[in-house]
């Protein structure tokens, strides 16, 4: 006998390319009812403050960095400050959100490429952002689409393990699954996209063990039956990051 899982993935086992762009599109639709609110979750003012902040949500949450960059930024309000910064007082103001030290480096050179580069701007294209230091296609791509409004997608952990499971792509390498990604949807759609998907991946869709039968995609769900199936302990499982479900 059939377990839920095994019944969910052979549901969508033979769907056509249409098919799954089609059901994409409708799981976006959802999403963007069940998170109307849903925007990056770093704090910022300027797109040198995203760039920041960005590189230093690497293997720690957006709270933690929310909770060491108004100090960071009040010390080292632009790129130009930043360049010439001390390094051991840099590691001090962001030491909570976990390898400073390396983090601080980063982000010290990377103030200095854009001082040197781009005097003090942040760049506006994927090409030139990708150059600088600490920079990858994830970051380029969070603040393209949040600070000069480039719709791009942002394959964090969250966005690669739920797309996965939507069956959007079977890819684990970045690049490729943004390329499938991107390709079920309208451009224009992209960062929200990206959000809407991190908000669910952070609240209902855990890795571990997601909250299955409160989903509001279970039956547009390839994944349907991995996680707790009744609905009254799927519900107590969610999880508000930052802000709870609108």
């Known amino acids: 006998m059939l377990t839920v899982a095994e019944k969910s993935a052979?549901?969508?086992?033979?769907?056509?390319?249409?098919?799954?762009?089609?059901?994409?599109?409708?799981?976006?639709?959802?999403?963007?009812?069940?998170?109307?609110?849903?925007?990056?979750?770093?704090?910022?003012?300027?797109?040198?403050?995203?760039?920041?902040?960005?590189?230093?949500?690497?293997?720690?949450?957006?709270?933690?960095?929310?909770?060491?960059?108004?100090?960071?930024?009040?010390?080292?309000?632009?790129?130009?400050?930043?360049?010439?910064?001390?390094?051991?007082?840099?590691?001090?103001?962001?030491?909570?959100?976990?390898?400073?030290?390396?983090?601080?480096?980063?982000?010290?050179?990377?103030?200095?490429?854009?001082?040197?580069?781009?005097?003090?701007?942040?760049?506006?294209t994927m090409e030139e952002l990708v150059e600088l230091a600490g920079v990858g296609r994830k970051t380029a791509n969070v603040v393209l689409g949040n600070a000069f409004d480039t719709p791009g997608i942002t394959v964090d952990t969250h966005m690669g393990r739920l797309a996965r499971r939507f069956g959007w792509t079977t890819e684990t390498d970045p690049v490729k699954a943004e390329e499938d990604i991107a390709g079920l949807f309208e451009t224009k759609d992209l960062t929200l996209l990206s959000h809407r998907v991190i908000f669910h991946g952070r609240r209902i869709c855990h890795s571990r063990r997601p909250a299955c039968g409160a989903c509001p995609l279970m039956t547009l769900c390839p994944s349907f039956g991995i996680g707790e199936l009744d609905p009254e302990k799927a519900r107590e499982m969610f999880r508000y990051e930052m802000a709870p479900l609108a």
């Open 10 to 124: 052979r549901k969508f086992a033979k769907e056509t390319p249409l098919g799954k762009k089609r059901r994409a599109r409708k799981m976006n639709r959802i999403l963007a009812e069940v998170y109307p609110n849903a925007q990056v979750e770093l704090d910022f003012a300027t797109p040198f403050q995203l760039l920041i902040a960005t590189v230093l949500s690497a293997q720690t949450t957006d709270i933690r960095v929310n909770s060491v960059t108004p100090g960071l930024f009040a010390a080292f309000p632009d790129a130009h400050a930043l360049a010439v910064a001390n390094l051991g007082e840099v590691e001090e103001l962001i030491h909570s959100t976990g390898f400073y030290r390396a983090k601080a480096r980063n982000i010290v050179k990377l103030a200095g490429d854009l001082v040197e580069k781009y005097d003090g701007e942040v760049p506006r």
